[in-house]
């Protein structure tokens, strides 16, 4: 089987438009019905937003967790109010890779690293697919594309089988859709 990898001169948020572009051809193409965003702000989950509509694909859409770098959330209430009456889902988990608990002192810090060497897009992929999973926002080994960026907008998407974080040895990736060369 062959299949098309892009690869993005560099990472950020203008590579968002067309990493929305990919996604959607090929969750079409693998017949996936939902997609897993790392969102900050909001900017990200409504470029997806705008593109899923009237397509039987849904959103999970994955904001940092409360009280992560301020007090409150910079993901706007209105939005996920707005995603919500869409049918996507918005989950406010914690942030595997930011806590000393998860899986031995320090552990996440080490595997957060390893990822890196993929792109920080790849390692926040990874750690939204276990948050949603965790959460109860998809199933475990449900094929879905995780989507996410280095720094804002969206640089990169896997195509995966979830796991949750007690079992992450189960997570798969099975195909790169696409990222940066860094």
Known sequence: ????????????????????????????????????VAS????????FSSAVEEKDIRLVVVPWQFGFKESG???????????????????????????????????????????RTFGQGTKVCIEILMMACDGGCIGEAE????????????DTALLASAAPSNRISSLRIHEIICKPIL
Do not use: C, Q, W
């Open 40 to 47: 900050t702000r909001g900017n990200t989950a409504t470029a």
């Open 143 to 154: 094929n879905v594309i995780a989507v996410a960026g280095t720094g804002s907008g969206a």
């Open 73 to 115: 959330n910079p993901f706007p209430g209105g939005l996920v109010d707005d995603l919500r009456e869409k049918g996507h889902r918005v989950h406010f988990g914690t942030m595997l890779f930011h806590t000393e608990n998860f899986y031995g002192t320090n552990t996440p810090k080490v595997m957060a690293n390893l990822l």
């Open 1 to 36: 089987m062959e299949e098309k990898i892009v690869y993005f001169e560099k990472p950020g948020r203008e590579n968002t438009e067309d990493v929305v572009k990919l996604v959607v051809e090929r969750a079409k193409s693998r017949n996936i019905k939902r997609i897993v």
